[in-house]
């Protein structure tokens, strides 16, 4: 079946360290999208990507960075500069057309330590 | 500027009654709108979505939504709702010319009491 995954569904992050989350799909879609979630507050933007090699900032990038090497695969590195991480992450990808609505992964619940 | 509103954060309602679930959008081109659904700890699950056509629109679950363009409202609806309804609903929209990006409500969780 073709899905989107996201890993680990969990992690633990020490102050001043940088992490990384996982996001593959092999939906074949061209484009992918990083949101943070926070009570309350629904799902705010942070990069997304409509193209191999080519990434935008979404709402709220600082922080946070990207890259978009290969089709399949959209990983966010969390960065020491990002002052408030502790959230939940969803990576979400869909082709490149406005009515065809998202598919997430089940996310990754980040928390500093 | 475009936006979408969910009005109500929390909506209570007691096991086999209906609930209605209020969105409301701001836009100056044409949109398309979809509901999903998530469960604790889970990603979302898109529930159903209004591209054309007929304004009522059925998705899973027994949920349905209407399209209203001169209310600018896709409010989503059961008739009965069920325990493992239990989750938190978001409403978005996209937009027929201009970006991809899809504008997310702030979320409304329903809980369903027995």
């Known amino acids: 079946d073709g899905g989107i995954t996201q890993s680990p569904k969990y992690l633990f992050r020490k102050e001043g360290q940088n992490v990384t989350l996982s996001c593959e799909q092999n939906?074949?879609?061209?484009?992918m999208y990083w949101y943070r979630q926070d009570p309350g507050q629904g799902l705010r933007l942070i990069y997304y990507s409509q193209i191999v090699n080519d990434f935008q900032k979404g709402d709220i990038a600082e922080g946070y960075s990207v890259s978009r090497e290969k089709k399949e695969s959209f990983p966010l590195t969390v960065t020491s500069a990002q002052k408030n991480p502790t959230a939940f992450y969803l990576c979400a990808s869909a082709q490149n057309t406005p009515n065809y609505g998202y598919t997430f992964g089940s996310g990754t619940r980040l928390t500093v330590v | 500027a475009q936006s979408v509103t969910q009005l109500d954060s929390q909506v209570p309602v007691f096991e086999e009654a209906p609930v209605e679930l209020r969105c409301n959008y701001s836009s100056s081109v044409s949109v398309y709108l979809f509901w999903y659904v998530q469960y604790p700890n889970q990603g979302l699950q898109l529930l159903l979505k209004?591209?054309?056509?007929?304004?009522l629109v059925k998705g899973i679950n027994g949920f349905e939504a209407e399209f209203n363009k001169s209310q600018t409202s896709f409010h989503l609806r059961k008739p009965s709702v069920h325990i493992s309804d239990t989750a938190e609903y978001f409403c978005?929209?996209?937009?027929?010319?201009?970006?991809?990006?899809?504008?997310f409500g702030t979320g409304t969780r329903l809980k369903v009491l027995a």
């Open positions: 978005a929209v996209s937009f027929t010319s201009g970006t991809y990006k899809y504008i």
């Open positions: 939906l074949n879609h061209d484009a």
């Open positions: 209004y591209l054309s056509g007929s304004t």
